[in-house]
């Protein structure tokens, strides 16, 4: 993005904490802001928070329409683009299956979670870490899942407010964001200190 103020992961996930219904199953797959988003969102729902302890990668998606196809309820899908982009086909099964998901595409133009991890193990530049020129909302609407972006963060509230308040019968929806760097170290030194 150019210059003036930037999309931030925080703030988005401020917005999500005063939006989602306190009975939505919240599924995270985006590493690089894992941390910000449990400092931010509150987790009070006994299955309501999906999320994996691992490395792996390309779950989130696929894992979204499941859970929203099992009982028909909108499920809402925070993941990374790097994420995304291990199983992105899942966006065509949710919208063949009407599946009702809100995916927020948090977009920082590459592996970031990779890139910190190679840097942790002395590993810099990481090659294949960068992501760029990919037109996700272009991406999702070609698989069958209707999607928008903005980078104003002015417009962020209301462009929340059409993904998550679509209704169960609507199907998948994805809002693309691109987002500032993740500031924290992911991989910090257990010895360090």
Known sequence: AGPGP?????????????????????VEEAPSHRD???????????????????????WGLP?????????RRRVACVLGDGSALYSVQALWTA?????????????NGGYAAVRSLGRRIGVSPVPGTDITGIDFPALAASLGCP??????????????????????EDGPRLLHLRVAASTGALYPDPWAG
């Open 63 to 71: 894992l979204a329409v499941g859970r929203a196809l099992a009982d």
């Open 147 to 168: 999607a928008d972006h903005t980078a104003d963060p002015a417009e962020l509230p209301a462009a929340l407010d059409r993904v998550l308040d679509a209704g169960d």
């Open 95 to 107: 919208a063949r299956h009407r599946a009702p998901v809100s995916y927020v595409l948090l977009d």
């Open 6 to 26: 930037r999309i931030t992961a925080e703030l988005v996930f401020d917005l999500l904490r005063a939006r989602l219904p306190r009975d939505r199953v919240l």
């Open 36 to 58: 910000a988003l449990h400092a931010r969102v509150p987790v009070d729902a006994s299955g309501g928070f999906l999320t994996t302890g691992s490395g792996a990668l390309g």
